[in-house]
Protein backbone atom coordinates (compact mmCIF):
# COMPACT_ATOMS: atom_id res chain seq x y z
CA UNK A 1 0.00 0.00 0.00
CA UNK A 2 1.24 3.27 -0.71
CA UNK A 3 1.48 4.32 3.11
CA UNK A 4 3.75 1.70 3.58
CA UNK A 5 6.43 3.67 1.55
CA UNK A 6 5.76 7.04 3.00
CA UNK A 7 8.44 8.33 5.39
CA UNK A 8 5.97 10.05 7.28
CA UNK A 9 2.55 7.70 7.38
CA UNK A 10 2.61 7.81 11.09
CA UNK A 11 4.95 4.40 11.40
CA UNK A 12 8.07 3.58 12.85
CA UNK A 13 11.60 4.94 10.50
CA UNK A 14 14.77 3.05 10.67
CA UNK A 15 17.48 4.94 9.75
CA UNK A 16 20.23 2.36 8.70
CA UNK A 17 23.35 3.88 10.10
CA UNK A 18 25.17 2.84 6.93
CA UNK A 19 27.67 5.02 5.36
CA UNK A 20 29.06 3.95 2.17
CA UNK A 21 32.17 5.86 1.39
CA UNK A 22 36.00 5.98 1.87
CA UNK A 23 36.13 8.11 4.86
CA UNK A 24 32.81 6.77 6.06
CA UNK A 25 31.10 9.77 5.58
CA UNK A 26 29.77 10.70 2.46
CA UNK A 27 26.89 8.67 1.65
CA UNK A 28 23.36 8.55 3.90
CA UNK A 29 21.29 5.53 3.54
CA UNK A 30 17.72 5.43 4.82
CA UNK A 31 15.48 2.66 4.96
CA UNK A 32 11.68 3.38 5.84
CA UNK A 33 10.20 0.42 7.26
CA UNK A 34 6.57 -0.89 7.17
CA UNK A 35 5.23 -0.02 10.50
CA UNK A 36 4.61 -2.70 12.58
CA UNK A 37 1.28 -4.25 12.95
CA UNK A 38 -0.76 -2.43 10.18
CA UNK A 39 -2.88 -4.28 8.20
CA UNK A 40 -3.11 -4.09 4.05
CA UNK A 41 -6.49 -2.08 2.97
CA UNK A 42 -9.09 -3.44 1.20
CA UNK A 43 -9.10 -3.98 -2.15
CA UNK A 44 -11.18 -1.40 -2.78
CA UNK A 45 -8.31 1.04 -2.44
CA UNK A 46 -6.51 0.17 -5.14
CA UNK A 47 -3.52 2.85 -5.32
CA UNK A 48 -3.07 1.22 -1.65
CA UNK A 49 -2.11 -2.19 -2.61
CA UNK A 50 1.16 -3.32 -1.22
CA UNK A 51 3.64 -2.54 -4.08
CA UNK A 52 5.79 -5.48 -2.64
CA UNK A 53 2.89 -7.91 -3.79
CA UNK A 54 4.15 -9.45 -7.38
CA UNK A 55 1.86 -7.64 -9.58
CA UNK A 56 0.55 -5.40 -7.20
CA UNK A 57 0.12 -1.36 -8.23
CA UNK A 58 3.12 0.39 -7.44
CA UNK A 59 2.40 3.77 -5.47
CA UNK A 60 4.89 5.47 -7.65
CA UNK A 61 3.57 8.98 -5.92
CA UNK A 62 5.16 7.86 -2.66
CA UNK A 63 8.18 6.29 -4.72
CA UNK A 64 9.08 10.24 -5.61
CA UNK A 65 8.10 11.40 -3.04
CA UNK A 66 10.99 9.58 -1.32
CA UNK A 67 13.52 9.90 -3.89
CA UNK A 68 12.85 13.55 -3.79
CA UNK A 69 13.58 13.69 0.02
CA UNK A 70 16.32 11.15 -0.85
CA UNK A 71 17.87 13.81 -3.53
CA UNK A 72 18.07 16.88 -1.08
CA UNK A 73 20.62 14.83 1.11
CA UNK A 74 22.32 14.25 -2.13
CA UNK A 75 26.45 15.31 -2.16
CA UNK A 76 26.97 16.61 -5.35
CA UNK A 77 29.39 19.51 -5.20
CA UNK A 78 31.28 19.13 -8.49
CA UNK A 79 28.30 18.53 -10.93
CA UNK A 80 25.62 20.21 -8.98
CA UNK A 81 23.32 17.36 -10.09
CA UNK A 82 21.50 15.85 -6.94
CA UNK A 83 19.99 12.36 -7.29
CA UNK A 84 17.68 10.67 -5.07
CA UNK A 85 16.64 6.90 -5.89
CA UNK A 86 13.45 5.27 -4.34
CA UNK A 87 12.77 1.52 -4.50
CA UNK A 88 10.33 -0.94 -3.33
CA UNK A 89 11.04 -4.34 -2.27
CA UNK A 90 9.19 -7.48 -3.14
CA UNK A 91 8.42 -7.56 0.80
CA UNK A 92 7.11 -3.38 0.85
CA UNK A 93 9.61 -2.77 2.10
CA UNK A 94 11.43 0.88 1.01
CA UNK A 95 15.37 1.58 0.08
CA UNK A 96 16.51 4.88 -0.88
CA UNK A 97 19.53 6.49 -1.71
CA UNK A 98 21.36 9.16 -3.01
CA UNK A 99 24.76 10.24 -5.26
CA UNK A 100 27.81 10.76 -3.14
CA UNK A 101 30.63 12.36 -5.57
CA UNK A 102 33.80 12.51 -5.12
CA UNK A 103 36.99 14.73 -5.63
CA UNK A 104 38.77 12.59 -7.43
CA UNK A 105 35.31 11.79 -9.60
CA UNK A 106 35.49 8.29 -10.39
CA UNK A 107 34.93 7.30 -6.89
CA UNK A 108 31.56 8.92 -7.08
CA UNK A 109 28.75 6.37 -6.16
CA UNK A 110 25.46 6.81 -7.55
CA UNK A 111 22.18 6.94 -5.96
CA UNK A 112 21.58 3.71 -7.07
CA UNK A 113 24.42 2.04 -5.51
CA UNK A 114 23.75 3.12 -1.82
CA UNK A 115 20.13 2.07 -2.43
CA UNK A 116 21.36 -1.46 -3.67
CA UNK A 117 23.30 -0.89 -0.58
CA UNK A 118 20.69 -0.48 1.68
CA UNK A 119 18.63 -3.20 0.40
CA UNK A 120 21.44 -5.81 1.36
CA UNK A 121 22.22 -4.48 4.78
CA UNK A 122 18.59 -3.80 5.29
CA UNK A 123 18.21 -7.59 5.04
CA UNK A 124 15.39 -7.22 1.87
CA UNK A 125 15.77 -9.32 -1.09
CA UNK A 126 14.03 -8.05 -4.48
CA UNK A 127 13.15 -4.67 -5.80
CA UNK A 128 10.17 -4.48 -7.78
CA UNK A 129 10.30 -0.86 -8.87
CA UNK A 130 12.60 2.31 -8.83
CA UNK A 131 12.11 5.77 -9.22
CA UNK A 132 14.99 8.10 -9.55
CA UNK A 133 15.10 11.72 -9.40
CA UNK A 134 17.08 15.14 -10.03
CA UNK A 135 17.38 17.45 -7.24
CA UNK A 136 14.62 19.14 -9.58
CA UNK A 137 11.76 16.16 -9.70
CA UNK A 138 13.33 15.15 -13.27
CA UNK A 139 13.21 11.48 -13.71
CA UNK A 140 16.40 10.01 -14.46
CA UNK A 141 17.82 6.66 -16.59
CA UNK A 142 20.21 4.57 -14.32
CA UNK A 143 23.81 4.86 -15.71
CA UNK A 144 24.93 1.87 -17.79
CA UNK A 145 26.71 0.50 -14.52
CA UNK A 146 23.29 1.20 -12.61
CA UNK A 147 21.56 -1.10 -14.61
CA UNK A 148 23.58 -3.60 -14.46
CA UNK A 149 23.68 -3.62 -10.70
CA UNK A 150 19.96 -3.46 -10.57
CA UNK A 151 19.94 -6.25 -12.87
CA UNK A 152 21.76 -8.22 -10.17
CA UNK A 153 19.10 -7.12 -7.38
CA UNK A 154 15.77 -6.72 -9.32
CA UNK A 155 15.84 -8.86 -12.60
CA UNK A 156 14.73 -7.86 -16.00
CA UNK A 157 11.18 -6.75 -14.46
CA UNK A 158 11.81 -4.12 -12.66
CA UNK A 159 10.01 -1.10 -13.26
CA UNK A 160 11.72 2.33 -13.76
CA UNK A 161 9.50 5.79 -13.31
CA UNK A 162 9.55 7.34 -16.32
CA UNK A 163 7.72 10.26 -15.01
CA UNK A 164 4.20 10.93 -14.01
CA UNK A 165 1.65 10.23 -16.46
CA UNK A 166 4.37 8.11 -18.42
CA UNK A 167 4.29 4.30 -18.60
CA UNK A 168 7.16 2.66 -16.30
CA UNK A 169 9.58 0.97 -18.18
CA UNK A 170 11.35 -2.88 -17.82
CA UNK A 171 15.01 -2.69 -16.75
CA UNK A 172 15.29 -5.58 -19.30
CA UNK A 173 14.28 -3.41 -22.19
CA UNK A 174 17.15 -1.05 -20.65
CA UNK A 175 19.79 -3.42 -20.38
CA UNK A 176 18.98 -6.33 -22.96
CA UNK A 177 21.48 -9.33 -23.08
CA UNK A 178 22.68 -8.45 -19.98
CA UNK A 179 25.63 -10.63 -17.92
CA UNK A 180 24.55 -12.58 -14.97
CA UNK A 181 25.04 -15.40 -12.84
CA UNK A 182 23.94 -17.87 -15.83
CA UNK A 183 27.44 -17.23 -17.99
CA UNK A 184 29.15 -18.01 -14.71
CA UNK A 185 27.23 -21.28 -14.34
CA UNK A 186 28.48 -21.83 -18.25
CA UNK A 187 31.92 -21.25 -17.46
CA UNK A 188 31.80 -23.29 -14.33
CA UNK A 189 30.70 -26.17 -16.53
CA UNK A 190 33.01 -25.56 -19.46
CA UNK A 191 36.32 -25.74 -16.82
CA UNK A 192 35.19 -29.09 -15.07
CA UNK A 193 34.20 -30.39 -18.43
CA UNK A 194 37.90 -29.83 -19.67
CA UNK A 195 39.07 -31.26 -15.69
CA UNK A 196 37.40 -34.33 -17.00
CA UNK A 197 38.41 -34.71 -20.09
CA UNK A 198 42.10 -34.39 -19.07
CA UNK A 199 42.26 -36.64 -15.95
CA UNK A 200 40.62 -38.99 -18.53
CA UNK A 201 43.73 -38.70 -21.00
CA UNK A 202 46.07 -38.81 -18.25
CA UNK A 203 44.63 -42.09 -17.02
CA UNK A 204 44.59 -43.39 -20.27
CA UNK A 205 48.47 -42.39 -20.63
CA UNK A 206 49.18 -43.75 -17.46
CA UNK A 207 47.18 -47.45 -18.41
CA UNK A 208 49.63 -47.80 -22.10
CA UNK A 209 52.52 -46.49 -19.83
CA UNK A 210 52.29 -50.26 -18.34
CA UNK A 211 51.63 -52.06 -21.22
ZN1 LIG B 1 24.85 4.99 -12.00
Not at 170 to 195: Q, V, W, Y
Amino acid sequence: MGANFAPRSGGSTLVVPTFISFVGRLARIVCTKMPAGRTPRPAAAPSAASPGQAGGPIDWDALRGAAGEAAARAYAPYSGLQVGAAGACEDGQLVTGCNVENASFGLTLCAECGLVSALVAGGHRHLVALSVLAGDGRPLPPCGRCRQILMEHAGPELLLDAGEGRAPQRLGDLLPGAFDRSELAKAARGTAARRRAASAGTARSSTRGRR
